[in-house]
């Protein structure tokens, strides 16, 4: 059985490069691709009800932009699951990143230097900085 990629999809221009990136770490260790999105509260909390209904609708929403990416991988022979994980407690999305890669035994995370802007920011805060400095597996960091 091959390695395990995780790649990081917040739909930034630098997560795209992250998506290109991991075609080409797969094809080179025949691994298998887990794309991975987590959708999180980015603002004030004051209605938690209503955080979580623009969360979960911002996951449906999510859905088939990561299936278009599981066909992107797939067209290229490379194996990719794709997963759309909404943080219901509002930590910073290495913690759920980094939880799934534990879980499902990544060897590499791969993932942009910085996510979107203040405005529909998926990832909240320096997310790859969290991911450097706690991940068990190596890192590979996308500019």
Request: aromatic share 6%; hydrophobic share 40%; with cysteine.
């Amino acid at each position: 059985m091959g390695e395990n990629i995780l790649v990081a999809y917040d739909g930034s221009e630098l997560s795209k490069k992250a998506i290109g990136e991991a075609k080409k770490q797969a094809r080179f260790s025949n691994a298998n691709v887990h794309a991975v999105t987590v959708v999180t509260h980015a603002g004030p909390t004051t209605n938690a009800v209503l955080a979580r209904s623009f969360m979960s609708d911002m996951a449906e929403n999510l859905r088939p932009i990561m299936e278009r990416i599981r066909q992107e991988f797939d067209k290229e022979g490379i194996n990719c699951k794709v997963e759309v994980l909404v943080d219901y407690s509002f930590r910073n999305p290495s913690v759920q990143l980094l939880e799934y890669a534990k879980e499902n035994k990544i060897d590499l995370i791969v993932l942009g230097s910085r996510g979107l802007g203040n405005v529909g920011r998926f990832f909240l805060g320096s997310v790859s900085n969290q991911i450097v400095q706690r991940a068990q597996c190596r890192v590979l960091i996308v500019k």
